[in-house]
């Protein structure tokens, strides 16, 4: 399947980078079956119509395609590094995520937070690997989200914050997972959460997990963590 985004469901065209790479990349012509998706649910059988270098388009079909029956929210504090948070939305939008959000913690500079997190590089990135896994959902994202404001808003089934205290074994995230429910979980950043924010998060409903025996980086961590819910869902 040949799958394209345009989350304007009346526009019947593709934009510049999407036409260049039916044209391009994929040596598409017209007459050519392509199938768009508005990153909502709405996935279209299309009739590709090339003209110059525009990528019109006829719809012959569509549907919406239903949502999981289970939600996968993660919650962390940005790396130093604008490549490593982009490259941690990519796999987690392969693997299945509905919403990532981006902390502001005691350890967690603002200033570095608008340097290393560019939200519109970031919806990109998560459109690209929405398309390259064959989903209809792109991940919501979000930033600057005030750490306090954020824990007292949580409304998932199960809440979860991954953190291990020292000479303490706590449940690996797997076994915390229920079955068709929401699951939000939250990544410390590079020094993890302070003892304020993890005791307040705990106040809030939140359950300490654990990830593995190994100590992983913030960005492995949120792929580790929404590789085993994800996992969890399927295997409980």
């Known amino acids: 399947m040949h799958l394209f985004y345009q989350p304007n469901k009346n526009l019947y065209e593709l934009d510049e980078e999407e036409t260049r790479h ?11 079956i392509i199938h768009v998706t508005d990153g909502k649910g709405l996935l279209q059988k299309c009739v590709l119509n090339m003209h110059k270098n525009k990528a019109g388009y006829e719809v012959i079909g569509s549907e919406m395609i239903p949502r999981r029956s289970f939600a996968v929210h993660i919650a962390i504090a940005p790396t130093r590094k604008a490549e490593r948070n982009e490259w941690m939305v990519e796999k987690m939008t392969e693997i299945g995520v509905e919403r990532i959000d981006f902390l502001i ?3 967690t500079n603002p ?9 519109n590089r970031l919806n990109r990135i998560a459109a690209a ?22 824990i007292r808003s949580r409304q998932e ?19 915390k997972v229920r079955k068709d429910s929401s699951t939000s979980l939250l990544i410390g950043p590079e020094g993890d959460f302070s003892e304020k924010e993890i005791a ?11 990830l593995g025996p190994t100590r992983l980086r913030t ?11 994800n996992l969890a869902q399927i295997l409980n």
């Open 157 to 175: 089934d199960v809440k979860l914050i991954a953190y291990v205290p020292d000479q303490n074994t706590v449940e690996h995230v797997f076994s």
């Open 129 to 150: 690997a929405m398309k390259q896994s064959q989903q209809f959902y792109l991940p919501e994202i979000t930033v600057n989200n005030k750490y306090d404001s954020f």
């Open 219 to 229: 960005e492995t961590a949120a792929i580790a963590g929404c590789h085993a819910i």
């Open 200 to 210: 307040f998060a705990m106040e809030n409903g939140f359950s300490t997990v654990s």
């Open 105 to 107: 913690t005691e350890h």
């Open 22 to 32: 039916s044209s391009k990349v994929l040596r598409l012509n017209s007459g050519d």
């Open 111 to 119: 200033e570095t937070l608008n340097r290393v997190v560019n939200l």
